[in-house]
């Protein structure tokens, strides 16, 4: 069997295209930061699942008419459709569909599991998402991760728990919404390591616009069936859905899987652990919060682990080969 090893490319790019791919990242981070607060205070209003269903509805939206728009100036200038009629392997259309699949029932893992238990355990267990993507991409898809990823990844990991070690102490134990908030994680590293293997035989506005019309539509008979209230019921209760889809799934989501044509998705889902800093780092500057020994301890060992990851420059870039583009697309 070939080994898929990660390796850089020989090409030597510029400054820019070094640059791009980072600053490409930090926004999708900052965007995804502001999650669990959104969720939060969307299930005052309504049940997480109504939450998770009005957020992907209403992304599914925005990311059709982005569709849209890259059709239509497409057809302007060169009178052709986006994305040429071809037909697809049955492997890569179930893949397609996993990716929906999986990434509906993470979400709604995630965001229900915020109900059960609290917020420092559910993020937590929700960080342990680098290890399984990692450990799903040596069993599953041959990639290998040097010693130095591998370290930083334990330590980063490491950080993260430490990060809300002191509230985890203070929060009552509820191992239904611990368990459900770990199963999250995995279907999320499963998300990260199958939109890996498709990204170069799909554009990246396909896999989101799919990802979420299959994720809505298996959503649909569970918000039909076991849900009374549907849709938000004060402008207030919109706006946080509307912020939940447009920032968090559009934004967020959107640029982490632009992001997997350039990086792993082990080292992307490493990365995703630089939340706690970001959302550490505002409190403390916006609402003058405190931080702990243990905050301070576990924020070092975050910076410290991703820092020895990116000098194991072998397991960053992306193992599959350069993905496919509209020509909208490329001219962006």
């Not at 052709?80 to 492997?91: D, F, G, H, N």
């Amino acid at each position: 069997m070939v080994e898929n090893k990660l390796s850089l490319t020989e090409q030597k790019p510029d400054k820019a295209s070094n640059i791009l791919p980072i600053i490409t990242v930090i926004i999708a981070l900052l965007a995804l930061s502001s999650t669990a607060i959104f969720i939060k205070i969307a299930v005052n209003e309504m049940s997480a699942v109504a939450t998770l269903f009005n957020r992907l509805w209403i992304a599914t939206i925005i990311f059709g008419l982005w569709s849209g728009i890259n059709q239509a100036r497409t057809h302007i200038k060169d009178d052709e459709p986006v994305l040429p009629q071809q037909r697809y392997p049955i492997k890569e259309i179930a893949f397609l569909i996993a990716v929906g699949l999986v990434h509906v029932i993470g979400r709604l893992s995630w965001t229900w599991s915020l109900t059960q238990t609290g917020a420092a355990n559910a993020n937590a267990l929700g960080s342990l998402n680098p290890l399984f993507t990692t450990l799903g991409g040596w069993l599953f898809f041959n990639q290998i991760f040097g010693r130095k990823f591998i370290l930083g990844l334990i330590l980063a990991i490491v950080g993260a728990i430490a990060v809300g070690f002191e509230d985890l102490l203070r929060s009552n134990n509820n191992f239904t919404g611990d368990a459900v908030a770990l199963m999250s994680s995995i279907f999320y590293a499963a998300n990260f390591l199958l939109i890996e293997q498709i990204r170069n035989k799909f554009s990246i506005i396909t896999i989101l616009v799919w990802r979420c019309v299959i994720a809505t539509s298996l959503m649909i008979p569970v918000v039909l069936i076991f849900e009374k209230q549907v849709f938000p019921v004060t402008l207030s209760g919109w706006l946080v859905v509307f912020a939940l889809a447009a920032i968090c799934e559009a934004l967020g989501h959107g640029l982490i899987v632009y992001s997997l044509k350039t990086f792993s998705s082990g080292f992307i889902s490493l990365l995703l652990l630089l939340n706690p800093v970001i959302v550490a780092i505002l409190a403390w500057i916006l609402f003058s919060e405190n931080l702990s020994i243990f905050n301070l301890l576990g924020l070092a060992l975050i910076l410290g682990g991703i820092y020895l990851a990116i000098s194991n420059k072998e397991s960053i870039r992306s193992s599959v080969n350069p993905p496919i583009q509209s020509p909208a697309e490329s001219e962006s």
